[in-house]
């Protein structure tokens, strides 16, 4: 995974609990902000499934590159 993928990654896990606890008092909140959450749940899923298909890209060029040596 690029290490830019990586500080985004950390950004959105970071986001799920401050979606769930008020900053200022550290308690669960009444009303949650969901939008958030979800929205972290995603750009997670997101960034894995690019990663893993930016990988098997990169493994199928070096599996052609083997196989004409």
């Known amino acids: 995974m690029d290490k830019y993928l990586i500080v985004v990654m950390i950004f959105l896990i970071v986001t799920i609990p ?3 606890i008020s900053t200022s008092t ?3 909140q009444e009303h949650p902000n969901f939008l958030y ?3 972290s749940i995603a750009g997670i ?3 894995i ?3 893993s298909y ?3 890209k990169q493994r199928q060029k070096d599996n052609i ?3 004409k040596k």
Do not use: E, H, N, T
């Open 18 to 20: 401050m979606s769930l």
């Open 26 to 28: 550290g308690q669960l």
């Open 37 to 39: 959450f979800y929205a």
């Open 45 to 47: 899923s997101v960034i």
């Open 49 to 51: 499934l690019y990663s």
């Open 54 to 56: 930016k990988d098997r």
């Open 65 to 67: 590159k083997r196989s």
